[in-house]
């Protein structure tokens, strides 16, 4: 018989499509499955408070039990670096004896405005705890604590201690005041804060609820 007449064979659907079918069935089901499951990971992990939402504006609660008088504590809020001071009865009487030096003593410029709780000569609500922004507000450098008083390097044989910014030598009393003649414009900026307790600090929201 000829090729032409010859009947030809060819593998039933159920020989050869059905299997791959069911195989790639399967596959594809438990590909869903592995997709499933890995959607609903970032879902749960969005409930919950992420660094960068800190990062964008919400409040940071701080432990200061274990701030020494005299010690820093820097903690991060909207991505700027917050510095918690807890001063001593030195760095309190110093503030007083310089005010004749200050470019805004009484923290009247309203370009970084204090709230009205941080409105005194210390600039805090407890006299002993400074909270503020360790940014220079002249170019956004970030100043170093110079605590340490008497003669000191670009910065006087009187210095009574405080903050300096070594980029263009600004520098600030121990509440965060600027002294007159210098780069920076402003004092630095105090964040809205309030106490849970003693020794619970929240720093971007104070008990009105204003941030």
């Known amino acids: ?44 992990s969005s409930m919950a408070p992420s660094e960068k939402a800190r990062s964008a504006g919400a409040p940071v609660e701080v432990d200061i039990g274990d701030l020494a008088p005299g010690a820093i504590k820097t903690v991060e809020w909207r991505g700027k670096p917050v510095w918690i001071v807890r001063r001593t009865p030195e760095m ?49 450098c970030s100043p170093v ?8 390097p670009g910065l006087g044989a009187d210095w009574a201690g405080g903050y300096f910014c070594p980029c263009h030598g600004s520098n600030f009393d121990h509440a965060g005041r600027v002294y007159a003649n210098k780069p920076a414009p402003d004092n630095l900026e105090v964040p809205r804060h309030m106490y849970l307790s003693d020794t619970r600090l929240v720093i971007g929201r104070d008990e009105k609820g204003e941030a």
């Open 145 to 152: 604590s110079k605590f340490e008083t008497g003669n000191q």
């Open 1 to 44: 018989m000829s090729q032409s007449n010859q009947e030809l064979s060819f593998p039933s659907p159920t020989e050869s499509i059905e299997p791959e079918r069911r195989t790639w069935l399967i596959a594809c089901g438990a590909a869903g499955g592995v997709a499933a499951a890995a959607t609903a990971v970032p879902i749960l």
């Open 92 to 140: 309190l009487a110093s503030l007083e004896k310089v005010e004749s030096q200050l470019a805004d003593p009484k923290s009247d410029r309203t370009a970084f405005p204090v709230p009205q709780y941080a409105k005194n000569r210390h600039r805090s609500i407890k006299p002993e705890v400074l909270v503020t922004v360790g940014i220079c507000t002249h170019l956004g």
